[in-house]
């Protein structure tokens, strides 16, 4: 009986210490463990994504953003200012208090931006981590994915997406709309942004994507047209 009760104890200690405490913001909605954002970029211009951020413990938390990438273009440049400070790979050590929000676009207060210069065709990817300096273990992760194969998202009327199961696991049924784009194409890429399906499409209808050879993991789906995606939207395959 005490054996059972010291498990249930160290099992509980190890529930608080990897509890979340920061709650992330993107476009108004929660920003969930593990989320993307896609930013469309074009040679020579600058992108920017604003991320807000709220403590959602009754303790005042101490934080720091750390920079990883997954993929980088070649002479692309990326900055990121948080906290009141602006770097490139790891922020310095900031205080929230306990309850409070800062929004996206307070960025006088200190919201997340990420500054994006592009100068060479390609794909980005890179991962943000927010984590308390007095417990590494909680922290809350998300990926800014940069490409120029992302066009501005437009036709949204005529152009449509949809997968389902998602997370899939064996296959995956997306639903297309395609009403005035031609030379259509259905694509989804990995995280890494190389492909792995493309069919033509047209019209509406239903395809089925056999998924039991990829990776477990993020992938993107969408439609092309001319080498521009006119929608993307996430897909994740257990």
Same mark, same amino acid.
């Given at each position: 009986?005490?054996?059972?009760?010291?498990?249930?104890?160290?099992?509980?200690?190890?529930?608080?210490?990897?509890?979340?405490?920061?709650?992330?913001?993107?476009?108004?909605?929660?920003?969930?463990?593990?989320?993307?954002?896609?930013?469309?970029?074009?040679?020579?211009?600058?992108?920017?994504?604003?991320?807000?951020?709220?403590?959602?413990? $009754? #303790?005042?938390?101490?934080?720091?953003?750390?920079?990883?990438?997954? *993929?980088?273009? /070649?002479? %692309? &440049?990326?900055? +990121?200012?948080?906290?009141?400070?602006?770097?490139?790979?790891?922020?310095?050590?900031?205080?929230?208090?306990?309850?409070?929000?800062?929004?996206?676009?307070?960025?006088?207060?200190?919201?997340?931006?990420?500054?994006?210069?592009?100068? $060479? #065709?390609?794909?980005?990817?890179?991962?943000?981590?927010?984590?308390? *300096?007095?417990? /590494?273990? %909680? &922290?809350?992760? +998300?990926?800014?994915?940069?490409?120029?194969?992302?066009?501005?998202?437009?036709?949204?009327?005529?152009?449509?997406?949809?997968?389902?199961?998602?997370?899939?696991?064996?296959?995956?049924?997306?639903?297309?709309?395609?009403?005035?784009?031609?030379?259509?194409?259905?694509?989804?890429?990995?995280?890494?942004?190389?492909?792995?399906?493309?069919?033509?499409?047209?019209?509406?209808?239903?395809?089925?994507?056999?998924?039991?050879?990829?990776?477990?993991?993020?992938?993107?789906?969408?439609?092309?047209?001319?080498?521009?995606?006119?929608?993307?939207?996430?897909?994740?395959?257990?």
């Amino acid at each position: 009986m005490k054996r059972i009760i010291a498990i249930l104890v160290i099992g509980l200690c190890a529930s608080f210490a990897s509890a979340q405490s920061v709650q992330l913001i993107h476009n108004g909605q929660p920003l969930n463990e593990g989320d993307t954002i896609y930013m469309a970029t074009s040679v020579g211009s600058q992108s920017q994504v604003f991320v807000g951020y709220s403590n959602i413990t $009754s #303790q005042n938390v101490f934080l720091k953003v750390k920079r990883r990438d997954v *993929t980088f273009v /070649p002479g %692309d &440049e990326l900055t +990121f200012c948080v906290g009141g400070t602006c770097v490139e790979q790891q922020s310095g050590e900031f205080e929230l208090a306990a309850g409070a929000t800062v929004a996206e676009e307070d960025v006088s207060n200190g919201s997340f931006h990420a500054d994006y210069t592009c100068h $060479s #065709q390609g794909t980005s990817i890179v991962k943000f981590t927010f984590f308390n *300096t007095d417990n /590494p273990q %909680d &922290e809350v992760n +998300f990926y800014v994915y940069a490409s120029t194969a992302l066009g501005v998202q437009q036709h949204v009327a005529t152009v449509q997406a949809s997968a389902y199961p998602n997370p899939a696991t064996t296959f995956v049924n997306i639903r297309y709309k395609v009403e005035n784009p031609q030379g259509a194409n259905l694509v989804i890429r990995n995280i890494l942004g190389g492909e792995v399906y493309r069919q033509a499409v047209q019209g509406e209808g239903r395809v089925e994507v056999s998924t039991s050879d990829l990776a477990p993991g993020i992938y993107v789906y969408g439609i092309e047209e001319k080498g521009k995606m006119l929608v993307t939207k996430k897909l994740l395959v257990k």
